[in-house]
């Protein structure tokens, strides 16, 4: 995982400089400023005197001294402990603000911590007591100027007060960083151009390091202060893949680039000291990578993961990404679900729900006796009420399960100590049924649990972690009966995650971590309400902080807040929808609206007829940017705005705005017969089953029955009081959508009308909006309809109940087509606006919005990939999952204005308004 990667890249780096330092041997919030080649000098001026070289280390609350031999400890002397620092004389007197240009430095101090003996990650060692320690640098000339420094940087760490320690170091720093600058040298090609050069610091776990960003037209560059741990991180714009703005410390001053497209690792993340300066930057390589990468949102990663492109472990590290969780931020590291409730038994089994923890509750309300006494407590606090001292993602809890592989973090965040034996990370049982039944102990898990590296679990570096009070020590993580090896452990561990139950019930956790349980009313509901602090825009953290005038305060609640932990940034405002089952039956004709209740996974052997025909209709979909165009001829004299094809394929029926139905024969390429009903538009056609009758719809409020047998027209239903805009039928009913703000259904239409006698047509249903309805569609069942209108909203309707399931302001302007996917799950909009918008049926959740530079007038789709008709006459072929339009195929003169394919997806006609037919043959 992440957290492991970026651990190992660090490791080799030292293994290559051969350092054992590192900016985790700092304390919290101090700096790393400079570093001198230099000798410790043991005994000075005695027989016994011991020269130790090394490299000296100048940091903002401390001197550190590494040695170049791994036997020798580190020191580390922190500057508050000093009694007194000067340079050392030649007859080995101290002499405080010395000006001779020759001896040592001196430091006599109180408190020294040695570190990493032998190079073994251990507890630092303190000695306590009045001690001198010399240190002869290699340029001599530069010790009245490192005495300098260590006396500025002593006087702020005596400052009595917190806050004005922090604001003294933070007056050096920026001093430091305002004398110095980019060293252009450092440019990978003369020929680059500089667009902009701003202070900031790079971000990994628990540390920061000051330096000068600098971007030019090709290459993002980070030049460290200290020179630590390379002279200038490079990082070329045409890599880069992603960028998101963080919040750091609870401001808007992060920035985090990728170049990868799947990964929580980044490759560089800045924190900078003025929010422009972030945005300054975001914006220029957001305007770069617009030619280069597509961007990405939670809808689209929504959708993706819905129809089963991304497994439900990629799904939710996308989304912590996208929520402002970074593996560089122990404060927001990414968060996973427990999904595993049984860690007793000897084998797991993943079939029975009983194995699972119920993913809709938060943690804190697993336990009902908890829950309650939770709820006495939160019902009696004065506002803010909040309901659980703790959450459910800090620091300490990240480290707390990574103790074992990154052990020099748990060090750093706990002052050179590891925890008390009994409250490490002992035993995954013992740490569920804490987090079940604990006073003050919610959290989740980390992503390293669903990953394929154990060294969370296994002491491999055999650390000294403690002894437990039964005298056991502290070792690898106790596993699960049902765990053969940490191997097993996270293999079936992963296994879960993707498990049915997880699958179908992920969306409910999502919805507390992520969504609309996150904050208000419905997390109260949900027993998931955290202290303000906790969540983005909570407070105004500005004026927060302007109303405590203790420094000393406002530096401990900063702290407080960083290290109680901070909750996602919020996601979804709306029900995240559920994941689709991969393979399902045909929903049932009786069905209503929640079809997710009606379906089933299909067993072996129920492959229904559809299934032997969906390899081949993929194939084609897979391929449908090689559309070929065959045949074109014109045939109208106005746009056509209806297709309808026999089901030999070999008589083609097409209305146009010229008033008349065409029947052309594909088999003569020759016009047989046209019709005309009114002097008004037509406006869509369709064919009854058994290819005798067309139906018509028309401006002229009427809609006509066509007998391809007797050649006219046999019936007439004047159901509208404006144009009649849409028309569609599925079992001897007809639904007819209209400017007069309605759409009807109609009953008593049999599949074929022969001989002269008229019907009579009851009105079944009439679904009323406040606008023009535009177009119209059902589902494969005909158990749900969606309506488009003319100011841009869809609607979708239950037809067993005629009632309105969802109202979605999808465009700013009409909705020219819309279209139920082949399962059910989703609705796509094509609208005037120029943009396609998905949006998942059961929940109503605008899933996904992609936009073009023009009206998209009509379409088809998959699911999946969309083939639309535009403004200008082009066929685009859309990629919903990868957020892009892919192909661009040059059609009609006009736009085009009308599609139809064949059920085998082999074959498209399209109409447009230059009164041309295509047709079309996808080449393989």
């Not at 410390?249 to 300066?277: A, N, R």
């Not at 993707?498 to 969504?515: A, M, N, Q, R």
């Not at 606006?833 to 109503?844: A, E, H, K, N």
Request: one cysteine or more; aromatic letters at 10%.
């Amino acid at each position: 995982m992440a957290f492991i990667r970026k651990k190992r890249q660090e490791q080799r780096l030292q293994l290559y400089s051969k350092e054992r330092f590192s900016l985790l041997l700092l304390n919290l919030e101090e700096y790393y400023f400079e570093q001198h080649t230099a000798h410790h000098i043991q005994h000075k001026g005695s027989q016994s005197e011991r020269r130790i070289r090394g490299s000296l280390k100048i940091c903002s609350k401390s001197v550190i001294f590494e040695p170049d031999a791994i036997s020798q400890p580190i020191i580390k002397i922190p500057l508050r402990d000093c009694m007194k620092i000067g340079k050392h004389g030649e007859n080995g007197a101290n002499r405080h603000f010395a000006k001779a240009k020759s001896g040592g430095i001196s430091l006599i101090f109180s408190q020294v911590y040695f570190i990493k003996e032998h190079n073994i990650v251990a507890p630092y060692k303190i000695e306590r007591g009045k001690m001198e320690y010399v240190f002869e640098l290699d340029v001599s000339g530069k010790v009245e100027d490192v005495v300098e420094t260590l006396l500025q940087l002593h006087r702020a760490s005596c400052l009595d007060k917190l806050g004005d320690q922090t604001a003294m170091i933070t007056a050096i720093l920026q001093s430091r960083l305002a004398r110095t600058s980019f060293d252009k040298n450092r440019f990978q090609s003369v020929s680059e151009k500089l667009h902009m050069e701003c202070k900031a610091e790079m971000v990994t776990p628990l540390v920061t390091n000051p330096g000068h960003v600098c971007i030019t037209d090709t290459t993002l560059y980070f030049q460290p202060l200290n020179g630590y741990p390379k002279p200038v991180v490079r990082i070329t714009l045409q890599d880069v893949r992603r960028i998101y703005k963080r919040r750091h410390g609870l401001m808007p001053l992060g920035l985090e680039v990728f170049c990868t497209e799947d990964d929580l690792c980044s490759d560089i993340y800045l924190k900078f000291y003025d929010p422009q300066d972030r945005d300054d930057l975001y914006f220029y390589i957001a305007t770069y990578l617009e030619h280069h990468a597509a961007e990405r949102t939670a809808e689209s990663y929504m959708l993706q993961w819905q129809r089963g492109l991304l497994s439900n472990s990629q799904y939710l590290l996308h989304l912590n990404n996208l929520a402002d969780r970074s593996c560089s931020d122990l404060s927001q590291y990414p968060v996973f679900p427990w999904v595993i409730h049984d860690y007793r038994s000897s084998e797991l089994d993943l079939s029975n729900p009983e194995t699972f923890r119920d993913l809709s509750k938060p943690v804190g309300a697993l336990n009902k006796e908890r829950l309650e006494r939770l709820l006495t407590r939160y019902q009696e606090m004065p506002e803010p009420k909040f309901m659980y001292g703790s959450h459910y993602s800090s620091p300490g809890y990240v480290l707390f399960y990574l103790v074992r592989m990154a052990p020099e973090y748990m060090l750093c965040l706990q002052n050179g100590r590891f925890d008390n034996a009994d409250r490490m990370f002992n035993s995954i049982a013992e740490t569920w049924k804490n987090c079940l039944d604990g006073a003050t102990d919610f959290k989740e898990l980390i992503p390293e649990f669903y990953g394929d590296d154990v060294s969370f679990l296994v002491n491999s570096l055999k650390l000294d972690l403690g002894k437990r009070q039964g005298g056991q020590m502290v070792d690898d993580v106790e596993l699960p009966p049902w765990a053969r090896s940490p191997e097993d452990f996270l293999q079936k561990s992963k296994d879960a995650l993707e498990s049915s139950y997880v699958s179908e019930h992920l969306h409910e956790w999502i919805d507390l971590i992520f969504g609309y349980k996150q904050k208000g009313s419905e997390a109260v509901e949900a027993y998931n309400v955290f202290h303000p602090l906790t969540y983005e825009g909570g407070v105004d953290l500005n004026r927060y902080l302007c109303l405590i005038e203790d420094p000393d305060e406002k530096v401990a609640m900063l702290t407080q807040i960083l290290e109680f932990g901070q909750t996602p940034k919020q996601l979804f405002v709306t029900p995240h929808p559920r994941r689709i089952t991969p393979k399902l039956k045909s929903v049932s004709p009786t069905s209503s609206y929640n079809v997710s209740t009606a379906d089933s996974p299909v067993s072996p052997g129920e492959e229904s007829f559809e299934d032997l025909t969906e390899e081949s209709k993929t194939l084609a979909w897979n391929n449908i940017a090689k559309l070929q165009l065959q045949e074109r001829y014109k045939i109208h004299k106005e746009a056509v705005t209806g297709i309808a094809v026999s089901c030999n394929g070999s008589s083609v029926f097409t209305t146009s705005q010229d008033s008349t139905l065409k029947m052309f024969s594909k088999e003569s390429r020759m016009l047989q017969r046209s019709i005309s009903f009114s002097n008004m538009a037509l406006s869509s056609c369709l064919l009854l089953p058994g290819d005798a009758t067309v139906i018509s719809s028309s401006w002229d409020n009427n809609i006509y029955f066509y007998s391809i047998a007797f050649g006219r027209c046999q019936d007439t239903l004047m159901g509208h009081d404006d144009a009649v805009s849409k028309i569609c039928w599925h079992d001897d009913r007809l639904y007819s959508a209209s400017w007069d703000s309605t759409v009807k259904v109609w009953s008593g239409i049999p599949a074929e009308m022969t001989g002269t006698k008229r019907h009579q047509f009851d009105l079944l249903a009439e679904l009323e909006h406040d606008v023009s309805v535009d177009t119209i569609s059902l589902n494969a069942a005909s158990t749900l309809l969606v309506s488009g209108t003319r100011e841009g909203t869809v609607t979708i309707w239950d037809l067993a109940t005629a009632t309105v399931l969802h109202q979605i302001p999808c465009h700013s302007g009409t909705v020219c087509d819309t279209a139920f996917s082949p399962d059910s799950r989703h609705v796509l909009s094509a609208g005037e606006d120029g943009g396609l918008s998905v949006i998942d049926v059961q929940t109503g959740t605008l899933i996904s919005s992609m936009t073009s530079d023009e009206p998209q007038r009509c379409f088809i789709w998959d699911g999946n990939t969309v083939l639309s008709g535009s403004q200008s006459g082009e066929l685009l072929v859309w990629d919903l999952l990868g957020g892009k339009i892919s192909e661009k195929i040059q059609g009609h003169k006009g736009a085009v204005t009308c599609i139809w394919m064949n059920e085998q997806c082999s074959s498209v006609i399209t109409g447009g308004k230059d009164r041309q037919i295509m047709f079309w043959k996808l080449q393989y």
